[in-house]
Nanobody, 127 residues
Framework: QGNLVESGGGSVQAGGSLRLSCELS????????WAWYRRPPGKEREGVAA???????DYAASVLGRFTISRDVDKNTLYLEMNNLKPEDTAMYYC?????????????????????WGQGTQVTVSS
């Protein structure tokens, strides 16, 4: 359990970039897996990027090559760099974390689900 707080969402034009941040707020800091999910309007949550403490990463095919997940240990902050944004990237974006050290692919393909979640930050990409 723990509080995760996203920031950095907003509205951008197609082709633009955003950097989302996710900070642990006053809870368990011993996470070993971090991830970003999104929920497009009318659709189910989907994993878009995942990272574990070993540095392994994985991405959904739809964002591969455009999004980058990273973590700043000292700042206790998770990031999602989003480049070349497309209208179909419009969604509520959530960060998530878990003390368990999973392979990132297990997060992306839905075999596992992190226990701790942020409240979400909206990303809207206009045409």
């Amino acid at each position: 359990q723990g509080n995760l707080v996203e920031s950095g969402g907003g509205s951008v034009q197609a082709g633009g970039s955003l950097r989302l941040s996710c900070e642990l707020s006053g809870a368990n800091r011993n996470f070993n897996t971090w991830a970003w999910y999104r929920r497009p309007p009318g659709k189910e949550r989907e994993g878009v990027a995942a990272l574990n403490r070993d540095g392994a990463t994985d991405y959904a095919a739809s964002v591969l090559g455009r999004f980058t997940i990273s973590r700043d240990v000292d700042k206790n902050t998770l990031y999602l760099e989003m480049n070349n944004l497309k209208p179909e990237d419009t969604a509520m974006y959530y960060c998530a974390a878990d003390f368990r050290r999973w392979g990132p692919r297990a997060v992306i393909d839905g075999r596992v689900r992190p226990n701790d979640w942020g409240q979400g930050t909206q990303v809207t990409v206009s045409s």
